[in-house]
């Protein structure tokens, strides 16, 4: 069985963004200093996969990236969790959050002979500027049998696969023939192992596949006109406030505190 | 002189423990202190650390039945710091430190009820605080004397010297832009903690720590401003080849920056091959060291279930449980699972732990001489009851534990031995008192200890 995940990182908000060395914003999503991580998301993504490995469910897991595909400490870091394949599939800063962009450039990297591998997973967002719709176009573009917000996976002798997530109301497990695609919500059970020192040692020796977008296919329509950092927080600009007295002081204080209007404060 | 200049009696450079705690030492004798802190936000190391004080002959330690005293205190610090260390600054600490503990108490430090026993310990001695609401307590205490000035981000840049006498008067500093003096009738204290954030500086003391082999994990603050602040001045600096990571840091984990000695309740030490490689009772500075020698400067500690069982929650560096609700211990029902986990060779596990509880049957561990769990405390315990366990670790430079020479009064000493007038110290960025290791507690210790003593020194000279 051949398990993908399809991983999208994420600005890593405890690093400022760099300037880019060309001075224009625009090129900033691609720049190899932006440093990008894996959401929770796509960590329960990938941690399923690896699981499925660890069963004996999946012979081999292929790890796509899409945003942050040339931040090589992100690709270091999914490698030293040693996947069987990492490759880069960096989208042009305007195609970023865009489906039908990553359907038509993904497929064929995905597939091995014209097969799609038996499972694909990808995060819930796929990356800083998807809405949720990224995972259920893609199953949709590609005409795979889909399931939404999966907690676990667990394999079936037929080929299939048995999903679990959790409603609102209830548990829900679902079957799906292989091959299929799910989106993948985290909770504790998904969440994504350390890698052993040893592998992230190793890591750092790999080179990684870039793939280049089809030139075939049609030019985008969409282009990015202008990009500009946003104005940081000025935080600290507000005096923090310490309650002091009885806890009922405290207590009555903090509770004015939320009552007056945001502009009081 | 500058209309921004600041004059004050005494001027402290650095608001952690150290700092606060000479602040309100001079503040409670009735002197004015400015103190210079270059963050935004005040702590420094002492609020990231494990929160451990080592203090001998308690209350805290009475009621939890543990007989200690300063006499013991002082033969253990010797023994870890290998006698490398200044007898007359672990006489200074052993001296001072009951004191201290009862006067961290009225100055709001709330103590733990819990006493454990850590590395270098011959008895349990930790006494447990929450680091970060200590200082502030020491922060609370010294802002109610109305005689502490704090100013936050604002660096201090270079010590000024009178040029009549060479006496420290002060220090240059820079805020917003601004730069001006900050100047001290009764001199300078340098509680500027360490330099564990300026990795350059550690690999050219200690070239065996780089960002490829260790983690360095301390206050962002900490790159060294005061000890370089002295050495412009002649000062002299001990303990600086003694740098030492502490063993037991997870080396991938970036959330719990806190260090797991499962090593002290019984766990063994192997490292990527399924081989054990030191005693593992010896200092946690010491097994950062044998750590970092190892393959991929990372080994794994192993144990059982009766080891996980006998953690403690009270305890940040010995408390199993909660790294294996954050995911970070590796569980499997049998050593040869758990082989596989981690990688390394199961027979080769298999018979590592086979022949170290061999070893504790027989009450002799030929290939390490480890005799008992920590330090010369506990007794040995076997490896055999599933579910196993590892823990992978590495060494984390959390603090440099060397620095500036400095007498039993906290004086500055240059190269020659000399007292450079006006100038004292305190905390992380004093040698001296370590050695060639370190015990729990001393560190966070010294930096009330010693501060309190620098206060009192400059304001009585």
């Known amino acids: 069985m051949h398990v993908a995940v399809l991983l999208a990182g994420v600005a890593d908000p405890r690093k400022l963004l760099p300037r880019p060395a060309s001075g224009d914003w625009r090129k900033l999503p691609g720049e190899t200093s932006v440093s990008y991580k894996l959401s929770p998301f796509d960590e329960a993504a990938l941690e399923i996969a690896l699981k499925l490995r660890d069963q004996g469910a999946a012979a081999r897991v292929t790890v796509i990236v899409t945003d942050g595909a040339n931040d090589l400490a992100l690709l270091r870091a999914v490698a030293a969790l040693k996947p069987e394949r990492v490759l880069g599939l960096c989208p042009p800063a305007a195609q970023r959050g865009n489906p039908a962009w990553l359907a038509r450039h993904a497929s064929d990297l995905l597939r091995d002979g014209g097969a799609w591998p038996d499972l694909i997973l990808i995060g819930r967002e796929h990356g800083d500027l998807d809405d949720g719709m990224a995972a259920a176009y893609l199953a949709e573009a590609w005409r795979l049998p889909y399931v939404g917000l999966a907690l676990q996976v667990q394999p079936h002798a037929d080929g299939g696969w048995t999903l679990l997530r959790s409603g609102a109301q209830q548990d829900e497990s679902l079957r799906v023939p292989a091959p299929a695609m799910a989106s993948i919500s985290n909770d504790k059970s998904n969440r994504l192992r350390h890698p052993l020192m040893k592998n992230v040692a190793l890591a750092k020796q790999l080179k990684f596949e870039q793939a280049a977008p089809d030139a075939a296919q049609p030019a985008a329509l969409v282009s990015l006109a202008q990009a500009a950092p946003v104005e940081a927080g000025a935080r600290g600009t507000q005096a923090c406030r310490m309650f002091t007295g009885s806890p009922e002081e405290q207590a009555a204080a903090l509770a004015a505190y939320l009552r007056a209007p945001a502009s009081t404060h | ?461």
């Open chain 2, 1 to 461: 002189m500058s209309t921004s200049d600041l004059n004050t009696t005494l001027v402290v450079v650095g608001a952690g423990m150290a700092g606060f705690a000479t602040a309100l030492q001079a503040a409670q004798d009735g002197h004015e202190v400015i103190l210079l802190e270059k963050l935004s936000e005040t702590g420094g190391s002492s609020a990231m650390c494990g929160g451990c004080l080592a203090f001998a002959g308690t209350d805290l330690q009475r009621a939890n039945g543990v007989e200690d005293s300063s006499e013991l205190l002082f033969k253990d610090l010797r023994e870890v710091g290998k006698f490398e260390n200044d007898e007359s600054l672990v006489r200074a600490y052993v001296d001072n430190q009951l004191d201290t503990y009862e006067w961290m108490k009225q100055a709001g430090v709330q103590f733990g009820p819990h006493i454990e026993t850590s590395s270098g310990q011959s008895v349990p001695r930790v006494h447990n605080v929450d680091p970060a609401d200590a200082v502030r307590a020491l922060a609370a205490s010294a802002k109610r004397t109305g005689k502490v000035r704090l100013l936050t981000e604002t660096r201090a840049l270079r010590l000024i010297r009178d040029p009549q006498n060479g006496r420290v008067v002060g220090v240059t500093a820079e805020h917003n832009g601004e730069t001006f003096k900050v100047l001290g009738s009764r001199g300078v204290v340098l509680t500027s903690g360490g330099f564990v954030q300026n990795a350059e500086l550690i690999h050219r003391y200690a070239p065996q720590y780089n960002d490829e082999s260790a983690v360095f994990i301390g206050g962002a603050g900490n790159e060294g401003d005061g000890l370089k602040m002295a050495l412009q001045l002649g000062a002299d600096c001990r303990d600086m080849i003694y740098i030492k990571g502490t063993y037991g840091k997870h080396p991938t984990d970036e959330t719990n920056h806190h260090s797991l000695l499962a090593v002290y309740k019984g766990a063994i030490a192997v490292n990527q091959d399924g081989k054990r490689y030191v005693d593992e009772s010896i200092s946690y500075k010491l097994l950062g060291d044998a750590c970092i020698q190892q393959p991929y400067s990372a080994t794994f500690q192993i144990f059982d279930q009766p080891i996980f069982d006998s953690g403690d929650n009270q305890t940040r560096i010995l408390d199993i449980e909660r790294r294996h609700e954050e995911g970070l211990v590796i569980q499997a029902d049998t050593l040869e699972e758990l082989a596989g986990m981690i990688e390394v060779p199961a027979e080769v596990l298999i018979d590592t732990v086979n022949t170290y509880n061999g070893y504790v049957d027989a009450g002799s561990d030929p290939d390490f001489g480890r005799e008992h769990l920590v330090h010369q405390h506990g007794a040995l315990v076997k490896i055999e009851t599933g579910p196993f366990y590892a823990y992978p670790s590495t060494a984390a430079v959390y603090g440099t534990y060397c620095g500036l020479c400095v007498d039993t009064g906290m004086h500055v000493l240059d190269v020659y031995g000399e007292r450079l007038p006006g100038l004292y110290a305190a905390g992380e960025v004093v040698g001296g008192l370590h050695g060639a290791a370190y015990m729990t507690g001393s560190a966070l210790g010294k930096a009330a200890i010693f501060g309190r003593i620098a206060a009192r020194t400059a304001l009585a000279g």
